[in-house]
């Protein structure tokens, strides 16, 4: 029988496991906001989407129970298809915010679901020489869905709202009725050309079985060093990116809000420019440059300017609301900015996740790390809008500005060894 290649399904599954990602954080806040809800409602409701992601690692062990790897990749898709189907039905509806969160709700906890299978499958089908031969592949695709998502689908938006003088509504109708029809094809896709790998099998284990092994790795997790190091470890988790958890919703409402509102206009078009697109070449080159210098010299000896890189660039913002420049070429700049600098700086919490995971059971505690993680840029969200309607946007920057002490002293506390990073 011959072997499907890699190429036939790995680009397609790793487009798939960004886009609905990305729908969920960043397209659903563009969304609403023009929809009216206010920075309070947007940053609140939106920040409860990322619950999925920070519970995931409680019901991935469970999930090898039921059916194959295989089965849930493709079951998760169709899922997330019907999802996006159900926002574009429900938006021009009387109850458009109820059912639209609903299914960005369920759409949040197959993807969460689909990345954990996903991530499974390619471990299984392929051998450590292709798993790290394709890994730049499927970074690539991963990345790809972010770009279209923010850069085209955003300017997409823009477009027919503008050009072909459509209504808010109808046009994020069309929008997710396009998503569905996109990942129903890729579904259908998948259904042929995923292979079907011999040693994708459901678990043999009970439930009772799984439960204790859990309860084995969360204890071991939170028992590896003693009390006091642990929570230094634990606030780290949490807090070294308290900054970019305020910013993370706020900055696209500033982007698109009105100079009247406090905001730079943007329309969508120039939106999905600078943001979508300028700004996430910026955060890639950071991270890859990120990789190469711990790679070269070890994570210790990069962590302070790192550290610098991920907190210092927010001041852009400061810039931006006192000026409120309509410069595109200005905006898009300082959006390169703040993101190389954020790539360059998250390579520090990448690498401490992977160095605090070591030893056994590390699949599953650098898990729990990201889940931790995810919590600590999903409460601050909820927050930010709340903040920002309350004091406005000039003095919300200087208040995250501030906010970057607490990035500087939850890793003055971290032990590295320093050597940990170099090849």
């Known amino acids: ?113 689909h990345d954990i299978s996903a991530d499974g499958f390619y471990m299984i089908e392929l051998d450590a020489h292709n798993q790290s031969k394709y890994v730049g592949l499927r970074n690539t695709f991963y990345r790809l869905a972010v770009i279209f998502v ?9 477009l027919l709202e503008h050009h072909f003088h459509m209504t808010i509504v109808y046009t994020w109708t069309l929008i997710f009725y396009a998503l569905a029809a996109i990942f129903i094809g890729i579904y259908l896709y998948h259904c042929k050309m995923m292979p079907r790998p011999a040693e994708d099998i459901s678990s043999e284990k009970s439930v009772s079985e799984v439960a204790h092994e859990l309860r084995t790795i969360i204890g071991s997790f939170f028992c590896k060093f003693g009390l006091k190091e642990t929570l230094f470890v634990m606030l780290f988790l949490l807090l070294y990116r308290f900054p970019e958890a305020l910013l993370n919703t706020m900055t696209k409402t500033f982007l698109m809000r009105s100079n009247a509102e406090g905001g730079l206009g943007l329309t969508p078009e120039e939106y999905g420019l600078a943001q979508g697109t300028v700004g996430l070449i910026g955060l890639l080159l950071g991270g890859i440059l990120g990789g190469v210098l711990v790679s070269r010299d070890g994570m210790k000896k ?6 610098c890189a991920i907190t210092l660039p927010d001041a852009v913002y400061i810039l931006l609301s006192y000026t409120l420049t309509s410069n595109l070429w200005v905006v898009s700049t300082c959006l390169f900015i703040e993101q190389f600098g954020y790539g360059l700086g998250f390579t520090v919490l990448t690498l401490y996740m992977l160095y605090y995971s070591q030893g056994k059971f590390r699949t599953s505690h650098y898990s729990i790390c990201t889940g931790i993680s995810y919590l600590g840029l999903m409460l601050p969200g909820m927050v930010s809008g709340y903040i920002k309607d309350l004091v406005g946007y000039q003095m919300f920057f200087i208040i995250v500005m501030a906010c970057c002490l607490i990035t500087f002293l939850v890793t003055a506390f971290l032990k590295i060894d320093p050597d940990f990073g170099k090849k």
């Open 1 to 113: 029988m011959k072997k499907t290649s890699p190429w036939a399904w790995i680009p397609t599954l790793y487009f798939a496991e960004g886009l609905p990602n990305v729908v969920v954080t960043a397209l659903s806040i563009v969304m609403y906001m023009q929809m009216g809800l206010s920075d309070a409602e947007v940053g609140l409701y939106t920040g409860w989407l990322a619950l999925p992601w920070v519970i995931k690692p409680l019901w991935s062990p469970f999930i090898d129970l039921l059916k194959t790897k295989r089965w849930w990749v493709l079951a998760m898709q169709l899922l997330m298809g019907s999802a996006l189907a159900g926002i574009a039905f429900t938006l021009p509806t009387a109850l458009w915010f109820q059912g639209s969160m609903a299914f960005l709700f369920l759409m949040a906890f197959a993807s969460a679901t």
């Open 150 to 158: 923010n850069g085209a689908l955003v300017s997409l938006a823009g």
């Open 302 to 307: 990069w962590l302070w300017p790192m550290v």
